[in-house]
Nanobody, 116 residues
């Protein structure tokens, strides 16, 4: 059974940085496309960044390009989201997602609050 557990959220001032981590438990982590999505209050969940199993392919939402970096360590079953130059509009619950075989798995989320 796949489980995803996020950590690293918190309160940070605008312009600051945070690094989110997601621990994966289950089999064949390297075959999963991993991603980070976020959901702000009153808004729909949106995909922020995604990384392929071998880390060759990445995707970033326009709103975070140049500020966020997604990475993974297949040996440790971990995926990360480095967030720099944070803005107040980045405030949201951030969810880790794993996708394989057409099925999505989600973590419970970690809250990121960016103050002005």
């Amino acid at each position: 059974q796949v489980q995803l557990v996020e950590s690293g959220g918190g309160l940070v001032q605008a312009g600051g940085s945070l690094r989110l981590s997601c621990a994966y438990s289950g089999r064949t982590f390297g075959t999963y496309t991993m991603g980070w999505s976020r959901q702000a209050p009153g808004k729909e969940r949106e995909l922020v960044a995604e990384i392929s199993g071998n880390s060759v392919g990445t995707y970033y939402a326009d709103s975070v390009k140049g500020r966020f970096i997604i990475s993974r360590d297949n040996a440790k079953n971990m995926v990360y989201l480095q967030m720099d130059s944070l803005k107040t509009e980045d405030t949201a619950v951030y969810y880790c997602r794993g996708t394989a075989g057409g099925k999505d798995y989600w973590g419970k989320g970690t809250l990121v609050t960016v103050s002005s």
